[in-house]
């Protein structure tokens, strides 16, 4: 793990913004910057995981994340922004949750990935990501969430969806701390569930791949 990832464990503010200052300086590759915090990330979700942090720590490395982003972004864009977008992605945080910070870590990551990526916010209801399937036709729909009840409203967006008669045309990733134990129990209806970005980030990948 690089000097970025790990001030980034440490949630060390200032030391991963001038690292990153300094390696952009330096002409190094944003995408490998973005990859660092994403593996840094990843060490934080297990510590999560593990009882080692709690939400107070996940905020304050989501916030660190996102400013960190805030400067490699442009960057990207900057040495690939002409590069063709590799797939389309709907996602939303479902119906009566407002928490949005995983799924604003999921945007950025699959943003630099060369995603196109359609944001619905927060406390989306099943007919909204209905409508909006019809109207962008993405192939990967991702529903986030971080409260228990958001399970429900999950399986009742996936079962919208297919009354619409749309189900065949996307594969539908549910992420949130709340999904592993309940997609071990086979009580999720989705293709796939995440606890941690990174591994949601493979998985899309994965599907585009195959696709």
Same mark, same amino acid.
């Given at each position: 793990?690089?000097?970025?990832?790990?001030?980034?464990?440490?949630?060390?503010?200032?030391?991963?913004?001038?690292?990153?200052?300094?390696?952009?300086?330096?002409?190094?590759?944003?995408?490998?910057?973005?990859?660092?915090?994403?593996?840094?990330?990843?060490?934080?979700?297990?510590?999560?995981?593990?009882?080692?942090?709690?939400?107070?720590?996940?905020?304050?490395?989501?916030?660190?994340?996102?400013?960190?982003?805030?400067?490699?972004?442009?960057?990207?864009?900057?040495?690939?922004?002409?590069?063709?977008?590799?797939?389309? /992605?709907?996602? +939303?945080?479902?119906? *009566?949750? =407002?928490?949005?910070? @995983? #799924?604003?870590? &999921?945007?950025?990551?699959?943003?630099?990935?060369?995603?196109?990526?359609?944001?619905?916010?927060?406390?989306?209801?099943?007919?909204?990501?209905?409508?909006?399937?019809?109207?962008?036709?993405?192939?990967?729909?991702?529903?986030?969430?971080?409260?228990?009840?958001?399970?429900?409203?999950?399986?009742?967006?996936?079962?919208?969806?297919?009354?619409?008669?749309?189900?065949?045309?996307?594969?539908? /990733?549910?992420? +949130?701390?709340?999904? *592993?134990? =309940?997609?071990?129990? @086979? #009580?999720?209806? &989705?293709?796939?569930?995440?606890?941690?970005?990174?591994?949601?980030?493979?998985?899309?990948?994965?599907?585009?791949?195959?696709?």
């Amino acid at each position: 793990m690089g000097q970025i990832a790990d001030a980034l464990v440490k949630l060390q503010k200032d030391p991963v913004i001038s690292a990153i200052k300094e390696a952009l300086q330096k002409n190094e590759d944003p995408v490998q910057l973005i990859e660092e915090l994403r593996r840094g990330l990843d060490v934080i979700g297990a510590y999560f995981e593990k009882g080692e942090y709690y939400l107070l720590e996940l905020i304050m490395a989501g916030e660190i994340f996102k400013d960190a982003a805030a400067l490699i972004t442009p960057k990207i864009t900057e040495r690939y922004g002409s590069a063709a977008k590799r797939g389309k /992605i709907l996602i +939303g945080t479902v119906a *009566g949750d =407002i928490h949005d910070l @995983g #799924k604003n870590i &999921a945007v950025t990551l699959l943003e630099c990935a060369q995603f196109e990526i359609i944001d619905l916010g927060v406390d989306v209801p099943a007919k909204v990501f209905v409508e909006k399937i019809k109207e962008h036709k993405p192939q990967i729909v991702g529903l986030s969430g971080l409260l228990t009840a958001s399970i429900n409203a999950m399986n009742n967006t996936v079962e919208a969806i297919e009354q619409a008669n749309l189900r065949n045309e996307v594969k539908v /990733i549910v992420g +949130g701390g709340i999904v *592993g134990e =309940i997609w071990t129990r @086979g #009580k999720l209806k &989705a293709d796939a569930a995440v606890t941690n970005v990174a591994e949601g980030l493979k998985i899309v990948e994965s599907w585009f791949q195959s696709g």
